[in-house]
């Protein structure tokens, strides 16, 4: 008797061993199906440039780096670090 008992045990301990394992995998897969959804936000920005005079363009980047001629691009900005 005390042989069947103990067989019986080792059974259900097995089997809540494969629950348990079973139900972690069953979890993981959820997790990641869910995380692999993204969530899409609209966003809307404005902005308002008025140009006046040509200084209004060159000014504020000559600071930050030097105006060349190139070709037959005419003027272009070159940055002083990249």
Known sequence: MKAAN???EIT???TKSLASKLGFV???ALLGMLSGHSTCAE???EVGVAI???SDFYE???PLG???VVGSYGRC???ARM
């Open 12 to 14: 259900m301990n097995r």
């Open 52 to 54: 006046h005079a040509e």
């Open 43 to 45: 966003v809307s920005v």
């Open 66 to 68: 030097d105006w060349v």
């Open 77 to 79: 900005w070159r940055p």
């Open 26 to 28: 069953l979890g993981a």
């Open 6 to 8: 103990r067989r019986k």
């Open 60 to 62: 504020p980047l000559t």
